[in-house]
């Protein structure tokens, strides 16, 4: 059925462009003439989904199927969501207003653990079934990825199927044999039957867990022989020749990123060992700077942009970085198209590159260095120096900078309050890097802005048995920044505590809290990683009716035996690497770059040896 959304709806909720559609270069097909509808859901508001790039990409992806019409769906605002249901108004595709109830597949991109109580209230407000096992064979399937797909367990109860991986591949093979199964009258089983060793795939409901009298996983195991153990993440091997859109949508309003995303690679080498994208998303694979450019050339054509954003993990990283943004520069200078980077490593910044990007477009600098002292810095593997990151900003500073950002990790494993200060050492001492540039040079209006964010154990990093500070914990250390920082040119940004304890719970959650998730959103939790709507009080009712506890899953260490809910997901990453690597944080001892030479992380495995660090032989 067909959305009506009446004029007097829009006028009444706040940014009413989330809601319209009709963007340059949305896709509209003819309903009757495709045989797959699939609902591409973003479980946060539409400029956050907006400027999310792997749903740019499998969106003009599936809809490059002449059999497939893939629309986008993203949550409601609570305004609007009242309206609604006020109503009796179904959650809407953006480009037809048709109900996703009737669509084919529903299917939700995993980036943040707190949008999980979005996902629940998406399937409520579109008429489907929560729970996997309560759905009919008419009703949607609901598919879940992205990088919190690595632990699906805590949806277990709610998806369908889970996509371990990068998805281009996979996707398509699973819509195939979807078609199958359509004209085939089976019930909804016998398709995630069909589909179930497809690398990359795991169906939840064909596995079950026993677990030992202290709360632990005793054993995880597929209920049929014939379903594999292990899942195996799936991996595109050559970028090149991988779909990417030559056009994206322009939205109407302002979004979260609002520019070109140029995906230049996959994957990085630099082995931190907090960072879970860096584990997950290897092996290293980097498009060519000809098909780089072919790309920047199709998309500032179709959308208008004047800003092209390269983006991957560590973007300097990219092996001929300054070649390809001096050629974008030099054959779009004139038409005044800039070029940004994302986040900095300290180690990578090039004065020349950056002075070669400002020569269209200012832009800021944000360097991540994480940790305030060495030592700290040693434990995370992080391989840069307090003078790495002086001589990057006197650089930048000498060049005409004034503002600066540095990104850092509170709760780090073995941190203490010595490690804190240095956070406001490092802060103090580029404000003196400032000062030491001539007054003639340097531009005026100094600000540095420092951001902490709460270190969170993640699942497939050498942190993953770590146990997390505790909320008063990290409050503590908050605190001790807030006295020691008291410097005019000085801003600290921090994250609240609480919002960082539930997302630690559901990181390295297990089957349990698939009903807690379901309760806390009946007391009305949504939209849990935004401030203003978290409700603490409500989540910890839902845990202790379901009788758990959640510091069990946040703030207990885990030893090395222990059986972990993610165990049966193999990211390619061996768990005696992440052991070893573990071992050497607690030493302080680093692990060099896999450009420099293999690390033995197991990664060769998995991808073909062909692909690995694109072509060499890893061990």
């Known amino acids: 059925m067909t959305v009506n959304l009446p ?65 986008r769906v993203f949550a409601p605002w609570v305004d609007m969501e009242d309206e609604m249901r006020k109503r009796g108004i179904k959650l809407f595709a953006l480009e037809s207003k048709d109900e996703i109830a009737e669509f084919d597949f529903i299917g939700f991109t995993l980036q943040y653990e707190m949008s999980y109580t979005n996902i629940v209230n998406m399937l409520d407000l579109s008429g489907v079934p929560i729970l996997y096992n309560e759905r009919k064979r008419t009703d949607p399937f609901v598919i879940c990825g992205g990088p919190c797909a690595y632990n699906p367990e805590p949806l277990w109860e709610i998806a369908d199927i889970f996509v371990i991986g990068e998805g281009e591949e996979v996707t398509n093979e699973i819509l195939d044999k979807y078609l199958v199964w359509k004209e085939s009258g ?53 970028l090149d020749n991988i779909y990417y859109p030559d056009d994206m949508i322009v939205p109407y309003t302002d979004i979260v990123h609002n520019r070109i995303m140029l995906e230049v690679f996959r994957g990085c080498t630099r082995g931190c060992r907090f960072c879970q994208a860096g584990m997950v998303y290897r092996p290293v694979r980097e498009k060519s700077r000809e098909t780089l ?30 070649g390809l943004v001096n050629d974008i520069i030099e054959k779009y200078e004139k038409d005044k198209i800039g070029v940004s980077l994302p986040s900095i490593r300290v180690d990578s910044f090039s004065v020349g590159l950056i002075n070669e990007i400002q020569k269209v477009r200012k832009t800021g600098l944000t ?29 930048a500073f000498n060049s005409g900078w004034s503002s600066v950002k540095l990104y850092f990790m509170i709760g780090l494993p073995s941190e203490t309050d010595e490690d804190i200060e240095g956070i406001t050492d490092l802060a103090y001492k580029v404000v003196e890097e400032y000062y030491k540039v001539p007054k003639e040079i340097r531009k005026r209006g100094l600000k540095v802005t420092v951001s902490t964010s709460s270190f969170v154990p993640k699942p497939f990093t050498p942190f993953q048995w770590e146990p997390q500070d505790t909320m008063d914990e990290l409050r503590r250390k908050q605190d001790l920044l807030k006295t020691k920082i008291r410097n005019k040119n000085i801003t600290y940004n921090w994250h609240e505590s609480y919002v960082s304890f539930l997302e630690g719970v559901f990181s390295r959650g297990d089957r349990r809290l698939s009903r807690v998730l379901i309760d806390a959103w009946k007391k009305g939790c949504k939209f849990d990683g935004w401030d203003k709507l978290f409700n603490y009080d409500k989540w910890m009712e839902a845990f202790k009716e379901n009788g758990i506890d959640p510091s069990f899953y946040a703030n207990r260490k885990r030893e090395y035996e222990e059986v972990l809910p993610w165990d049966h997901i193999d990211p390619g990453v061996s768990k005696r690497y992440l052991i070893n690597e573990n071992n050497k944080a607690k030493k302080a001892q680093l692990t060099h770059d896999c450009r420099l030479g293999c690390t033995g992380c197991g990664i060769g495995d998995l991808a073909g040896r062909e692909v690995c660090m694109d072509g060499k032989i890893c061990d």
């Open 293 to 322: 450019l072919e790309d920047a050339d199709k998309l500032i054509k179709s959308t208008g942009y004047e800003e092209v954003s390269l983006t991957s993990l560590s973007i300097c990283d990219y092996s001929d970085i300054e």
């Open 186 to 238: 089976e019930d909804r089983t016998a398709f995630l039957d069909s589909i179930a060793c497809i690398q990359g795939v795991y169906i939840p409901s064909f596995y079950d867990a026993k677990y030992n009298q202290d709360g632990t996983i005793k054993e995880f195991y597929p209920i049929d022989d014939k379903y594999p153990k292990t899942i195996s993440k799936r991996i595109v091997k050559d």
């Open 7 to 71: 004029d007097e709806v829009l006028y009444k909720v706040e940014k009413p462009a989330r809601y319209i559609g009709n963007e340059v270069n949305s896709v509209y097909k003819e309903t009757q003439n495709v045989k797959i509808r699939f609902a591409f859901c973003f479980p946060d508001v539409y400029e956050v989904g907006m400027s999310h790039l792997g749903t740019k990409i499998l969106y003009h992806m599936l809809n490059n199927r002449d059999d497939t019409y893939c629309e």
């Open 367 to 395: 360097f991540a260095p994480e940790a305030g002292s060495q030592r700290m810095r040693d434990v995370i593997n992080k391989g840069v120096t307090e003078e790495n990151l002086l001589q990057s900003v006197s650089s």
